[in-house]
């Protein structure tokens, strides 16, 4: 085991969001797999998790990476972007360029870099014709940087068992607790370190919907999910505005 210690970098897919713990906070795939690698490394192995929910990538570039660099780890996962592409404002070529900057400085200090090409979220989403080809071009980008660099690419949007819905949460955009611990086991194999078997097994599909009760099902996410996330954008307001981060500091992992 050569890490020592993991920093985790992004937004709400690092935060953890929708694999909650009992006391309501998140766990999500990277407390996962820092548990993992803690296991490989022994008592003297170090996590921090900066990751919040709502990000946009100028944020998570200047409040994050800074932080994360400093802390001098061994290893570092970095996944932003994916709030920018649902964004009206969105720019692919500052995002592409800015892309390769910020992974040439994490791989600056000699860390491993941990990249993410997205899983395929648009397949329950309105929007798709604007924002997935957005999509593609951020991974894209991802897998162009990752080669570059020398960095460590989990592929999610290779894997088609994303599209098995049970892997979401109830707001569609965010993972649920079986889509994070699949995330985990596909990062560990891309360390060569081996995880649960259980966190990549595939649970069923969920049996078709009538088309009315479909139809009920998408007004009532419209209401709860949609609704709240325009408004939020129309206020210049976020998720995040009121959260830090969870693990801010580098230490044990503690059972």
Not at 30 to 48: C, I, K, N, Q, S
Not at 226 to 255: E, F, H, N, Q, Y
Request: net charge neutral; hydrophobic share 45%.
């Amino acid at each position: 085991m050569r890490w020592r210690s993991f920093v985790a970098v992004g937004d709400s897919f690092t935060e953890g969001m929708d694999d909650a713990y009992p006391d309501g906070t998140y766990r999500g795939w990277a407390d996962l797999v820092a548990t993992r690698l803690a296991a490989e490394a022994g008592p003297d192995f170090r996590y921090a998790n900066l990751a919040i929910r709502g990000r946009l990538f100028p944020g998570v570039v200047a409040e994050q990476v800074p932080a994360a660099v400093a802390m001098k780890p061994d290893l570092i996962s970095f996944a932003a972007g994916g709030n920018d592409v649902l964004r009206r404002s969105f720019d692919p070529d500052t995002l592409v360029a800015r892309f390769d900057e910020v992974v040439r400085q994490l791989r600056s200090g000699g860390a491993d870099v941990l990249l993410f090409r997205f899983a395929d979220v648009m397949a329950r989403l309105p929007g798709q014709r604007l924002v997935a080809p957005r999509v593609q071009l951020l991974n894209q980008a991802v897998g162009e940087t990752a080669e570059r660099h020398g960095a460590i690419m989990v592929d999610l949007y290779a894997d088609d068992t994303f599209l098995n819905p049970m892997l979401w949460s109830t707001d569609r955009l965010h993972l649920s607790p079986a889509g994070h611990r699949r995330v985990a086991g596909q990062v560990l194999n891309a360390l060569g370190v081996g995880c649960d078997e259980e966190w990549l097994m595939v649970p069923p599909h969920p049996a078709p919907s009538p088309w009315l009760a479909a139809r009920a099902a998408d007004l009532r996410w419209a209401g709860q999910h949609l609704a709240p996330w325009v408004r939020r954008r129309l206020t210049g307001r976020s998720s995040g505005d009121t959260v830090t981060a969870k693990r801010p500091l580098l230490g044990p992992i503690v059972d």
